[in-house]
């Protein structure tokens, strides 16, 4: 990993995008440091409707679970003047020092300007930001930037769809689900035969074989065996195992990332073969999928698509409800 050095609050406003990958708008971003050094960052919206108090509550609570830090920086990017956020900078500094929790500075990206909430300093000019040290760093245009899905291939969604079309329930008992998860993160998407895709589409709608598939994913192959046991007991009356439940809450061992996000790109790929009434299934697996990847932006825009379209979407509601609860999974918070 790049070691870049700030000297200056003018360089580290320029690196905060580059080191959360993407430009942040009407957002506060709390960067946790473990020593001199960033130990992740962490944005929340500037929510309106959420009073300053439960805001930074929920900002400070986040930044005490990482072990490491031992304090923190924060940067308001507003579209309004700077002064309209000085009310939630007081809340915050009040509950970091409840917390015992050290803040260096409160910056802000606003319309008026760029300084510190902690000094007496006018706003100074944006273009004074020093974006040269990020330099090299991919940053996207915005926090939603990668949310929406690609049209598809005119062939491709063709071929799914016609598979889809001669899917009978013959094809549900014959079909070894397991198998099938893996080969939704061994095989490039675009490369998955269509009469496999179209299996894909049809368990990713279906709860039961959905929450196997994620569970799979979070895990191996093996785990994912053992969820669709468990998914068979549990329709028998059986209790379902806390430890395949706490995958699904994230109070598990941190899952591999590569193969999350293997997922997420099939589910993607799926979703754009999917007609719109029906995707809410794939959208909220894409949400949930985000979420277990610490991209809660990305799986709240995903949630806010599958309840646009099944306004009862219950895996759905549950991701919808973790981040505005500012629920990560614990593996987030793991060095």
């Not at 439960?54 to 940067?75: E, H, N, Q």
């Not at 591999?256 to 993607?268: E, I, K, M, N, W």
């Not at 919808?320 to 793991?334: G, M, T």
Request: hydrophobic content about 45%.
């Amino acid at each position: 990993m790049d070691v870049i050095k700030a000297t200056s609050a003018a360089d580290f406003l320029g690196l905060v995008p580059a080191l959360i990958g993407y430009t942040p708008t009407r957002s506060i971003v709390a960067i946790p440091f473990a020593g001199s050094r960033t130990v992740g960052a962490a944005r929340f919206d500037l929510n309106p409707t959420l009073g300053s108090g439960s805001l930074a509550s929920s900002i400070v609570g986040v930044i005490c679970r990482v072990p490491t830090a031992d304090r923190m920086a924060v940067v308001i990017y507003t579209d309004d003047d700077s002064e309209a956020s000085r009310g939630l900078v007081n809340a915050l500094l009040a509950r970091a020092d409840e917390c015992g929790l050290s803040v260096t500075d409160a910056l802000y990206v606003a319309r008026d300007g760029w300084g510190s909430y902690l000094s007496d300093d006018h706003p100074r000019p944006l273009a004074e930001i020093n974006t040269a040290l990020a330099v090299g760093h991919p940053v996207a245009a915005s926090q939603h930037v990668g949310t929406e899905i690609p049209a598809a291939d005119d062939t491709r969604l063709c071929e799914v769809n016609t598979a889809f079309e001669g899917f009978g329930l013959g094809d549900v008992a014959e079909t070894d689900w397991i198998t099938l998860g893996e080969v939704a993160v061994t095989t490039p998407a675009e490369e998955i035969d269509p009469f496999e895709a179209a299996c894909l589409i049809f368990a990713l709608s279906r709860p039961a074989l959905r929450d196997v598939a994620l569970v799979q994913w979070a895990s191996d192959q093996a785990g994912g065996e053992r969820a669709a046991e468990a998914q068979a007991g549990w329709e028998r009356g059986e209790e379902y195992p806390a430890n395949l439940a706490a995958i699904m809450w994230g109070d598990a061992p941190r899952p591999d990332a590569a193969r999350l996000s293997a997922a997420l790109t099939t589910v993607r790929h799926l979703t754009a073969l999917t007609p719109q009434p029906v995707r809410a299934g794939l959208l909220a697996s894409a949400a949930w999928l985000s979420w277990a990847l610490g991209r809660s932006t990305h799986a709240a825009d995903y949630a806010r698509q599958a309840l646009a379209i099944d306004p009862s979407h219950g895996l759905a509601e549950i991701v919808a409800s973790f981040i505005q609860a500012s629920h990560l999974p614990s593996w987030a918070f793991e060095n």
